[in-house]
């Protein structure tokens, strides 16, 4: 089991930006898949973006496509999110997950969140006026 800690959260005014960070420990990162979800009061987790063991294949949902990017950097065993151009339906508390896939080498990210091994704890994002 690995552990995943975010980080980054706040809040912003409408068109703000912030940049969420996801720090991996306690397993080999390369071989894993990580994706960023988030949940609104009353509403179900939704992907936001997620991107493959290699770096090189990404996914963002398309309320977000355009305004925020997904990266990794294995050697410093961190994910990012940046978030540009915010609106209040962005509010919501942004979690980061980690998914090895059914071969165990995360070379393709999957939208759902079922799909997803562990999760981070969590960090709390408000875009209000």
């Known amino acids: 089991q690995g552990q995943l800690v975010e980080s980054g959260g706040g809040s912003v005014t409408p068109g703000g930006s912030l940049r969420l960070s996801c720090a991996a420990s306690g397993f080999n990162l390369e071989y894993y898949a990580i994706g960023w979800f988030r949940q609104a009061p009353g509403k179900e987790r939704e992907i936001v973006s997620c991107?493959?063991?290699?770096?090189?294949?990404?996914y963002s949902a398309d309320s977000v496509k355009g305004r925020f990017t997904i990266s990794r950097d294995d050697a410093k065993k961190m994910i990012y999110l940046q978030m540009n151009g915010l609106k209040p339906e962005d509010t919501g508390r942004y979690s980061c997950?980690?998914?090895?896939?059914?071969?165990?080498?995360?070379?393709?990210?999957?939208?759902?969140?079922?799909?997803?091994?562990?999760w981070g704890q969590g960090t709390q994002v408000t875009v209000s006026s």
């Open positions: 997950a980690a998914d090895r896939g059914m071969d165990g080498s995360g070379e393709v990210c999957f939208p759902s969140p079922y799909e997803y091994d562990f």
């Open positions: 991107i493959n063991s290699s770096g090189g294949g990404t």
